[in-house]
């Protein structure tokens, strides 16, 4: 079976703390992965880039949202909320990636329509390793819907 990818993915990382920005970036470097990471720290500019306003009028459409809870200005919820209810945006795979391992946030994600849910490793080289597989997956496990 061939795992190698055609193409590169693009991949929107929310995320506003700078540790778990450079982790990510790591694994995505360690990995040799082709997806092009895009990053935006708060929940505004996640719909700026989103709807490609602001600073972000270039933005491309994401193909995968890696989505921190815990954000500035709007949370993480109603980033996914808002992602869900729009019909241009509905279709692009969100993966909640947080601290949090409050039973409350898991339901009320998969509530919203994460189509997963992932908690941050403390340990590094577990962190990475759970970048790694979330990619893996979807690059070449799931067939993402055409941007």
Do not use: C, W
Not at 23 to 48: P, S, Y
Not at 69 to 76: F, M, Q, R
Not at 97 to 106: G, I, P, R
Request: net charge negative; charged share 30%.
């Amino acid at each position: 079976m061939n795992t190698t990818p055609a193409h590169s993915i693009e991949v929107l990382l929310v995320e506003d703390d700078p540790g778990d920005e450079l982790i990510t970036r790591e694994a995505f470097a360690d990995n040799k992965i082709r997806n092009r990471l895009h990053v935006v720290r708060d929940g505004q500019e996640a719909f700026d880039f989103l709807y490609r306003q602001g600073a972000h009028t270039d933005a491309v459409r994401p193909d995968l949202i890696l989505l921190d809870l815990n954000l500035p200005k709007y949370d993480g919820r109603q980033v996914l909320e808002r992602i869900k209810k729009d019909e241009d945006l509905a279709h692009i795979p969100v993966v909640v990636l947080t601290t949090s391992s409050a039973e409350e946030d898991v339901l009320r994600s998969y509530k919203l329509h994460a189509n997963a849910y992932v908690t941050k490793p403390v340990d590094l080289e577990q962190f990475i390793a759970a970048v790694r597989q979330i990619d893996d997956f979807f690059l070449t496990v799931v067939r993402l819907p055409p941007r």
